[in-house]
Structure formats: structure tokens, C-alpha cells
């Protein structure tokens, strides 16, 4: 017991040192699992490691437990690939699909055979587990790089779109592998066995899909079973299609995820969520405990010139010649290219596939020989050293290359929206004249409407949440205005949005105790001075009012500036000549001749 509760502690807390350092999840979860694992036995006097997964899942219960795990990330995977999200993402990123999925597969079973030695069984199957990128790793970096928009769209949708089909390659080959003989992979025996696989998984992941969406779009649940229900029919449904072909299962839950994705299915949105969750749970005790099962003979093996070498092929040959073929014929500058090709991280998925195939090919169900076998000890290994290089090299060297290259973007001008509500739907439409890119977002389904009835980009949801945090494009968005009726929630939400955009980035509405206590000293970033808060100046926008513009006749310094602001009912922001805009605060520091002030007059009834 003090093991799994060590192994999930472990694993929370590699999930917010991840987020507290700004990398991928998956880097501290994988070398926190070393440390506990393998390393820990340097420092015991029987050799006996401080958590082994070994002894808290023996046998079958192992394999069941990783597998059904593997299936359920590869479920929840599969639910990001909505194909109506794909459509105008540009002809670069299917190249990048198409091309590098092939590219990669191809180019890294050759360079796996001939620099590792492996059998092309064994060197197809790592070749097909190195495709995944996924946005769980790719996020967090290009929140630190800050590329210009065109590299972080195409990075981004790359990131999204290639898990679950690089997950469907890796799975395809090893359930070819699975249905051959040890001689001979091309038989037609092996080939009848992909083909009734295949079949099996597509049919029940299709039926599974079909059924859910009945149920769901005829309201036969109720609210609070939808999320538990929606997990039975995921394990249900690997269940039955491994009865019905052994190993489909994990074929089934990705079809599953991803035809339910681009199904018209109610109370989806919530869905994603609760499997994001249960996902998130997973990974952080599996890849611990996976770690955790390796030896230091399995890290040893490794300490060669060959697996540097392939480290190399993978990055730096195999990455650039697919960009360079996508790219053709684009109107990418050399130094896009050069950096689209240097970003190549793996992720959560290609470890959790790497692990559940290395069990399996090591549990004597596979049809290989003794010396694949020997071979696919070494997949676990081989793929948590292409993550951590990948993650750990590009992490610290992409930022500084960006800005070499001179790709980064420029200080962007848009404004984020807590809360959709009268105040915030009202300050967004005024910097929509001015066209300032704007997003509001809010849990609340009627504000959401208002906002879309006046055609005001949204985000229907958190701003807040985890799945917000990795799917919104920063990129457009330089500022957060909070503006919930809640003073706790805007706080919160400057608070975590800052660590994106940064303290002096972030504003709210002041409380009520803030407005109407003199003596308190208030925060300099509260919008409008901080003398109205939500009631306040839901009441004034009420009133019979006028928005208007001014220029001053000349610059003004900060105390020039606020006496300027104090001739006017309501200054709300200051427009510079750049298009960039400044809301007012306690915080201005001056207005140029060139800045325009936005203000509400108001008028009599």
C-alpha cells in the first residue's frame, strides 16, 4: 500500500514540478521514476530499489493494469482529432501529417536496424512509436518559445493531430507483428490476422461510437452519471474487442475517441474533461512506475555511440528531410523552416504505447524470436531516451534559437476575457472597432450566447482549466481583463493566467471592499482605478452614455496624465499608435500625443 500511495504522490507532484518549471509533465515523471527505480539501488545494501512497479502489479495484473491504461489515454487522445478544426490549417500541416508519418516510420526503422542491429519487426514498430509528438509536450514549449503565428499554428496542430494517428501506426505494426510467425513477418497468415484485427477494432470501436451517441443525444442519462457511465463504455468496449480478437482492444478505444469526436453528441465538452482528469491520474503514477521497473543493465545498454547516433539520425536527419518535403513550394522563409525543424519532441503517448508493447513482446504472446525479444527490451528504454533528450535540448536551446533566427512574435495586442458577462461583452465590443483581437470566456451556457449573438469570439468553458491552458493560442492574446461578478475567481484567474502572460499583463475589477474602503492599499493593476467594482459599473454602463475618443495636445507625464483622465465620466483605455492597447489603471505611467483615450460620456435622459 505505502508503494501505489508513494507512486501517486510521486506522480502529482512530478505534475506540478512539470508545471512549476515550465516543461513537459512527462520529463520529471520520467526521472522522478528513475530516481525511485533503477538509481535508487546505488544507494541500498541489498540492491533493492525504494519503489519497484514490479512488486505492486505482479504478472497478468501488470499487463492488464498498463494496457487498460495506454487504452484510455489513447481514448482520450483520440477525442482531440475533430476533422471540422483541421479544414483551413493549411496545406502545410497534412504534409506534415502525411510525410513525416511516413518519413519517420520508414527512416527510423532503417536507421534502427542498421545502427542498432534490431530486426525490421522490432525496428518498424520503434519507427512507428517515434511519429507522436502530442500537445501535452509541445504546449508548454512554444508557451516558452513564443514563435511568430505561423510556426505556432503548424507546430501546434502537428502536435494535436499526430498523437492519435502516430498511435494508430505503432499499434497497427505491432498487431501485424503479433499475428505472424517468428520466421517470417510478410506470410499470409500474418496478413489474415491484421486484416480480422483491424476489422474487430474498427467494428466495435464504430459500434461503441454509435451507441454512445444514441444514448447520449437521447438524454437516457442523467447529469451526474454521464462521466462515470462514459468510463465503463471505454473499458467496455477495449474489453469486448480484445474477446473478440485478442490485442484490438487498444485499436477499438482510439476509433471510439475519434468518431465520437466528430459526432454531434451532447454534454461532449464535460466528457473531455472528466477523461482529461482520469487521463491525467493515469500518467502520473504509469510513467513512474514504468520508470521505475527499469534496471540500470537496461540504461547501461544504452550508453553507446549507436544510441547516440540514432538519437542524432532521429533528430537531426529524419526531423529536417520531413519539414524540408512539406515545405516545398510554401511561402515559409528558410529560417521558419530551420525551426519547425529543430522542434521534435516525443511524448506521453509514444511512452505509454513503448511500455504496454514492451510487456507484451517480453511476455512470451508474441511470435518473435529469443533475440527480438532481447530487441524489444530495449523499446522502453530507446523511447524514454529519445523524450528526455528531445525534451531536455530543445527545451533549453529552442528560446535562444527563435530569437537567433529572428522567428519569435512580435508583443501581441490582443485581449483575453475572464467572464462574458455585461461588463466584459461591453469592454470587448469596444476594442472590437478598433479591431484588437479579442476572446471572452465563461462557464455560464446564457452569457456564452449573448456573447456569440453579438458575434464576439468564445471560449465556452474555464479560461482557467488545464485543457483552456494547452488549446488556446496564446499567441494573439498579450493581456487578461478579469471581469466576473466574482471577486475570488478574477483573482484566481490573474494569478494563473500570469504565469502565461505575465504579472504586469493581467487586470481585474476591484472588489467591493476595495472601492469603498479609502485606506486600503489596492493593487495597481485593478481597471478604472479601482473605484467600481462589478455592480458599480454594470450601473453606469446602463445609463444613457456615449463612447468617445480623444488625443491629448501633448505628452503627458503620469500625474499630468491623471489629471488629464479626471476631466472625463469614464476613461477606459488608452489606444497607442501601434494599435496596442493600455487599460486604465493605477499603473499608467504616461500618455504620448500620439495615444488616443477611450472614454464614456454620459448623457441626460
Known amino acids: 500500500m505505502i508503494e501505489l500511495a508513494g507512486l501517486l504522490g510521486l506522480g502529482f507532484f512530478a505534475q506540478w ?6 516543461v513537459p509533465a512527462i520529463l520529471p515523471l520520467i526521472l522522478i521514476g528513475l530516481l525511485v527505480g533503477p538509481f535508487s539501488t546505488l544507494f541500498t545494501s541489498d540492491g533493492s530499489k525504494f519503489i519497484d512497479g514490479d512488486k505492486i502489479f505482479h504478472g497478468e495484473l501488470l499487463f492488464d493494469v498498463v494496457n487498460l491504461s495506454v487504452g484510455l489515454i489513447l481514448f482520450e487522445g483520440g477525442m482531440t482529432l475533430k476533422l471540422k478544426e483541421t479544414k483551413n490549417i493549411g496545406s502545410v500541416i497534412w504534409r506534415l501529417l502525411i510525410f513525416g508519418s511516413i518519413i519517420t516510420l520508414i527512416g527510423g526503422a532503417i536507421a534502427t536496424h ?21 500537445p501535452t509536450v509541445i504546449g508548454p514549449l512554444l508557451r516558452n518559445i513564443k514563435p511568430n503565428n505561423r510556426i505556432n499554428t503548424i507546430l501546434k496542430w502537428e502536435g494535436i493531430l499526430i498523437d492519435p494517428i502516430g498511435a494508430l501506426v505503432a499499434i497497427l505494426i505491432f498487431d501485424f507483428i503479433l499475428s505472424g510467425h517468428s520466421n517470417d513477418l510478410f506470410t ?41 457511465v462514459m468510463l465503463g463504455f471505454v473499458v467496455a468496449t477495449f474489453a469486448l474487442s480484445d474477446l473478440l480478437h485478442a490485442e484490438s482492444g487498444l485499436l477499438a478505444v482510439t476509433i471510439y475517441g475519434m468518431i465520437l ?24 503514477f504509469l510513467f513512474v512506475m514504468l520508470s521505475s521497473r527499469m534496471s540500470l543493465d537496461d540504461l547501461e545498454s544504452l550508453a553507446n555511440w549507436n544510441s547516440v547516433l540514432l538519437f542524432t539520425v532521429i533528430v537531426y536527419v529524419i526531423r529536417p528531410l520531413v519539414v524540408l518535403s512539406s515545405t516545398i513550394g510554401t511561402s515559409l522563409t528558410w529560417q521558419e523552416r530551420l525551426f519547425i525543424s529543430y522542434i521534435s519532441p516525443r511524448g506521453i503517448v509514444a511512452a505509454g504505447v513503448a511500455s504496454l508493447f514492451t510487456l507484451k513482446l517480453t511476455s512470451g504472446i508474441a511470435p518473435i524470436s529469443a533475440a527480438q525479444v532481447k530487441e524489444a527490451e530495449l523499446l522502453l528504454p530507446l523511447t524514454f531516451m529519445t523524450i528526455i533528450g528531445t525534451v531536455v535540448i530543445q527545451g533549453l536551446t529552442a528560446k535562444p534559437l527563435a530569437k537567433l533566427l529572428k522567428v519569435t512574435r512580435k508583443e501581441p495586442n490582443g485581449v483575453l476575457f475572464l467572464g462574458a458577462s455585461e461588463v466584459g461583452l461591453f469592454m470587448a465590443r469596444i476594442l472590437q472597432q478598433y479591431h484588437i483581437p479579442i476572446l471572452v470566456s465563461d462557464t455560464s451556457e446564457q452569457n456564452i450566447k449573448e456573447a456569440k449573438r453579438l458575434r464576439i469570439p468564445t471560449y465556452e468553458g474555464s479560461i482557467l482549466s488545464e485543457g483552456a491552458l494547452e488549446n488556446v493560442d496564446f499567441s494573439e492574446y498579450g493581456q487578461l481583463f478579469s471581469t466576473t461578478s466574482n471577486n475570488e475567481i478574477n483573482i484566481l484567474g490573474n494569478r494563473t493566467i500570469s504565469t502565461e502572460l505575465g504579472m504586469n499583463k493581467v487586470f481585474r475589477l476591484a472588489s467591493k471592499l476595495e472601492v469603498e474602503t479609502d485606506t486600503l492599499n489596492k493593487p495597481q493593476h485593478l481597471l478604472f482605478h479601482g473605484k467600481y467594482d462589478f455592480i458599480g459599473l454594470t450601473n453606469i454602463i446602463r445609463q444613457k452614455h456615449v463612447v468617445k475618443n480623444v488625443k491629448p495636445e501633448k505628452t503627458l507625464d503620469q500625474e499630468e496624465s491623471f489629471q488629464f483622465l479626471a476631466n472625463f465620466d469614464l476613461p477606459i483605455f488608452i489606444i497607442h499608435e501601434n494599435n496596442h492597447i493600455t487599460p486604465v489603471t493605477d499603473s499608467l505611467t504616461e500618455i504620448l500625443d500620439s495615444d488616443e483615450v477611450i472614454y464614456i460620456e454620459l448623457t441626460k435622459k
Open 261 to 284: 469526436a466528430n459526432s454531434k453528441v451532447a454534454s461532449m465538452k464535460s466528457i473531455l474533461h472528466f477523461k482529461e482528469d482520469v487521463t491525467l491520474v493515469l500518467i502520473s
Open 114 to 134: 542498421f545502427i542498432m542491429g534490431f530486426s525490421y519487426k522490432i525496428a518498424f514498430l520503434f519507427g512507428g512509436l517515434i511519429i507522436v509528438s502530442g
Open 188 to 228: 499470409l497468415f500474418a496478413l489474415k490476422g491484421f486484416i480480422l484485427l483491424t476489422i474487430s477494432g474498427a467494428a466495435v470501436g464504430s459500434i461503441a461510437a454509435f451507441i454512445t451517441a444514441k444514448v447520449l443525444n437521447q438524454k437516457l442519462l442523467p447529469d451526474h452519471l454521464k462521466n462515470i
Open 17 to 22: 514540478l512539470g508545471w512549476r518549471i515550465k
